[in-house]
């Protein structure tokens, strides 16, 4: 069973920004879609961004178009999100996922297997 492991999280002002890391324990799952997703105080969990494994295809919320990329390194079985011109409402604990499948979705229930999820603050 692929475990993650998500870091980088952190305390950032905003226009600020942070590059998260998510490490698969194994490579098992390492062509499957994954994702990220995040869940602010109060609300519920929300897609950000989805990739294939060879980026074929990648999906970003409306939200984050354009100031977040996510990206990968098959060979470390790691995923990067890297986020810029980060805004107050970006905050929310982050987690990335691996997909059930190989495409790309923005529903959660697509994604078994989750990370434990890093916090990120942005102040204003």
């Known amino acids: 069973q692929v475990q993650l492991v998500e870091s980088g999280g952190g305390l950032v002002q905003a226009g600020g920004s942070l590059r998260l890391s998510c490490a698969a324990s194994?490579?098992?799952?390492?062509?499957?879609?994954m994702g990220w997703f995040r869940q602010a105080p109060g609300k519920e969990r929300e897609f950000v961004v989805c990739n294939t494994w060879r980026g074929a295809t990648t999906n970003y919320a409306d939200s984050v178009k354009g100031r977040f990329t996510i990206s990968r390194d098959n060979a470390k079985s790691t995923v990067y999100l890297q986020m810029d011109s980060l805004k107050p409402e970006d905050t929310a604990v982050y987690y990335c996922?691996?997909?059930?499948?190989?495409?790309?979705?923005?529903?959660?229930?697509?994604?078994?297997?989750w990370g434990q999820g890093t916090q990120v603050t942005v102040s204003s």
């Open positions: 996922a691996v997909a059930r499948q190989y495409y790309c979705s923005s529903d959660s229930s697509a994604y078994d297997v």
């Open positions: 194994a490579r098992t799952r390492s062509s499957y879609a």
